[in-house]
């Protein structure tokens, strides 16, 4: 049975460690040592290392904290929404990446890796879309509309930290907030031109 100081030490371990030795120091070994406790306390309160990721980076991660924030904001205007949640979805995935890539080779919804509640991050932005009444009335179509601007906001948000973390040139531009304004501007040309 998993008790809660203790998850609290392994997940304050792992963030030790991560802020200071990054995703290579994250063996379950190295954060039960950190911890003070034992590997067995680790998979007792997290199951397996892809649990305990999805605790760090949702609870511990500050970007990612900003991201949830961001999206349940429904007093911003849109277009300042819209570039909010670009930067903040960018930051989250400089930051998440790494420890995703870690866990590529198990059996692990990455999907899931950025968990907002029962939602994916695809389903929290949208589902803020809907509140906005954006794409109304609601229906097949509107829902597909809804994942579409969904995919190619978020979409834009990974390939810049992407580009940020291997390639500078593969960004859209070394900006981010430059970034920011061109998508929002292009969403919001989508959004006029979208049948309501």
Do not use: C
């Not at 950190?34 to 980076?57: Q, W």
């Not at 300042?80 to 059996?107: D, G, H, I, Q």
Request: hydrophobic share 45%; no cysteine.
């Amino acid at each position: 049975m998993a008790r809660p100081r203790v998850r609290e030490k392994i997940l304050d371990a792992a963030h030790r460690l991560l802020n200071q030795e990054r995703t290579a120091a994250l063996t379950t070994r190295n954060i039960a040592l950190e911890a003070g406790t034992t590997e067995a306390s680790v998979f007792n309160n997290f199951t397996d290392k892809s649990g305990l990721f999805r605790a760090l980076i949702n609870e511990r991660l500050v970007v990612v904290q900003q991201l949830v924030k961001v999206i349940e904001d429904d007093a911003m205007p849109i277009e300042t929404w819209l570039a909010e949640v670009y930067l903040s979805a960018r930051a989250s995935y400089l930051e998440v990446m790494p420890l995703a890539a870690t866990l590529l080779k198990k059996n692990t919804d990455l999907h899931r890796i950025l968990q907002f509640g029962p939602l994916t991050l695809n389903q929290a932005v949208a589902t803020s879309l809907a509140r906005r009444g954006l794409f109304s009335p609601k229906g097949k179509d509107s829902t597909e509309q809804e994942a579409g601007f969904v995919a190619i906001l978020l979409g834009t948000a990974m390939h810049g930290a992407v580009g940020e973390v291997f390639d500078r040139s593969a960004s859209i531009s070394h900006a981010p907030n430059d970034d920011a304004r061109r998508i929002t501007e292009m969403l919001l040309a989508l959004l006029v031109k979208t049948p309501r």
